[in-house]
C-alpha cells in the first residue's frame, strides 16, 4: 500500500505531460503575405491630363503684311502667290505663318486654302472703303464669293474677326447686305462712313479642327456673292 501512495504523484506528473499540443505559430502568420500588400501596385492611371495649348489664342494680323501691294500692274495678289512655303496651298499657309502674332502657339496650323481672297485692293476698285490699299486681306469679288479654309491639329471654339464691309457707307447705301459665314454662322459685316474695322465674334456651336470663313452677300443670278475685308483674326483653342 505504502508503494501504491508512493507512486501516485509520479503518475500524476506524467498524465499532465500528455495535453493537447500548443498550436504552431507559424500556421497563422502566413496570413501576412496575403495579396493585399501587393493590391494595386500594377494599376495605372489612363487620364491624359489637360491640354497644353487649351485657352490660348492663335492670332494672324494682316496689317502687318505690306510687302505684297502693290505690284507693277496695280492688282493685289491672291494669297496662294504671295505664301513663302511652296506651290498651291502650301503658299496660302506661308502667307498665313507669315502673318502670325508673335506669342501664339506655333505649329499648330496644318493646312490653309483660298478662293478668291487676296492681300491687298486693286487700285481699279473706286466704290471699295479701302482702295489700294495693303496689310488687309480682301475676300470675295462681284462675281465670286471669298472662302478662307483653315486646318489646325487642335480644336477650335471661337474665332473673333477684325473686319468691315467691302463698301462704306454713304447716302446711296443706308444698309449693307455682305456677311461674313464662319462655319455656318452668318453675321453682317460692319459698316461705317469712316470706315472704321470692327470685330466678329462667332463662338462655334460644334468646336472644331477645320474653320471656314466665307464672304457672302446678296443673290445675283442665283449665287450669293459678298465682299468683306479682313484685318485679324484671333483663334481660341478649345
Not at 503518475?11 to 503575405?33: F, H, Q, R, V, Y
Not at 502657339?105 to 476698285?125: C, H, Q, R, Y
Request: glycine letters at 10%.
Amino acid at each position: 500500500m505504502k508503494k501504491l501512495l508512493f507512486l501516485l504523484p509520479a503518475m500524476a506528473m506524467m498524465l499532465a505531460g500528455c495535453g493537447a499540443p500548443s498550436e504552431d505559430s507559424s500556421s497563422t502568420s502566413g496570413s501576412s503575405t496575403s495579396g493585399s500588400t501587393t493590391s494595386g501596385s500594377t494599376s495605372t492611371s489612363t487620364s491624359s491630363g489637360p491640354n497644353e495649348h487649351a485657352g490660348q489664342v492663335i492670332e494672324y494680323d494682316f496689317r502687318t503684311r505690306t510687302a505684297d501691294y502693290p505690284t507693277a500692274d496695280g492688282k493685289a495678289p491672291y494669297l496662294d502667290k504671295v505664301g513663302s512655303d511652296g506651290e498651291g496651298t502650301d503658299k496660302t499657309l506661308g502667307f498665313f505663318n507669315v502673318c502670325m502674332k508673335s506669342g501664339s502657339p506655333e505649329g499648330l496650323l496644318v493646312s490653309a486654302d483660298n478662293t478668291s481672297a487676296s492681300s491687298g485692293v486693286d487700285e481699279s476698285s473706286p466704290s471699295s472703303a479701302w482702295r489700294g490699299a495693303n496689310g488687309l486681306v480682301k475676300m470675295g469679288t462681284s462675281k465670286k464669293e471669298g472662302v478662307i479654309s483653315l486646318t489646325f491639329s487642335e480644336t477650335i471654339s471661337k474665332v473673333e474677326i477684325l473686319c468691315h464691309d467691302f463698301f462704306k457707307k454713304d447716302s446711296g447705301h443706308a444698309t449693307n447686305s455682305n456677311k461674313l459665314d464662319v462655319n455656318g454662322d452668318a453675321q453682317l459685316l460692319p459698316y461705317t462712313e469712316t470706315p472704321t474695322p470692327g470685330t466678329l465674334t462667332f463662338n462655334l456651336s460644334e468646336p472644331s479642327e477645320d474653320v471656314v470663313i466665307t464672304s457672302t452677300g446678296l443673290e445675283k443670278d442665283g449665287t450669293a456673292y459678298g465682299r468683306a475685308f479682313l484685318f485679324d483674326i484671333k483663334l481660341t483653342i478649345a
